[in-house]
Nanobody
Framework: QVQLVESGGGLVQPGGSLRLSCVAS????????MNWYRQAPGKQRELVASSGGSTYVADSVKGRFTLSRDYAKNTMYLQMSSLKPEDTAVYYC???????????????WGQGTQVSVSS
């Protein structure tokens, strides 16, 4: 059983900062990539940042958001600064991983954490 658990969301004023964390736990053999998505009310889920062979950051958050990983702890972070009201969304952790050497690459999602940017 694999779980992705996000934390660190909350309410912050415009210009503020938050740090999201995502911990992958359970029977994990290897993680190929971990990603952050977000979904604002009435909008489609969008990719914010990803790490795998290379790191990707969406243009809308470039220069403000930084993705990092602690490979030893199966943990991914999203440092968010200079937050704007349009960053308000539920942020989801996503990972592609194997639970065994010969197991298929499988996609997992966390439950999401709410980020609200408002004065």
């Amino acid at each position: 059983q694999v779980q992705l658990v996000e934390s660190g969301g909350g309410l912050v004023q415009p210009g503020g900062s938050l740090r999201l964390s995502c911990v992958a736990s359970g029977t994990i053999f290897s993680i190929n990539g971990m990603n952050w998505y977000r979904q604002a009310p009435g909008k489609q889920r969008e990719l914010v940042a990803s790490s795998g062979g290379s790191t990707y950051v969406a243009d809308s958050v470039k220069g403000r958001f930084t993705l990092s990983r602690d490979y030893a702890k199966n943990t991914m972070y999203l440092q968010m600064s200079s937050l704007k009201p349009e960053d308000t969304a539920v942020y989801y952790c996503n990972a592609y991983l194997r639970t065994g050497r010969n197991s298929p690459l499988t996609e997992y999602w966390g439950q999401g954490t709410q980020v609200s940017v408002s004065s």
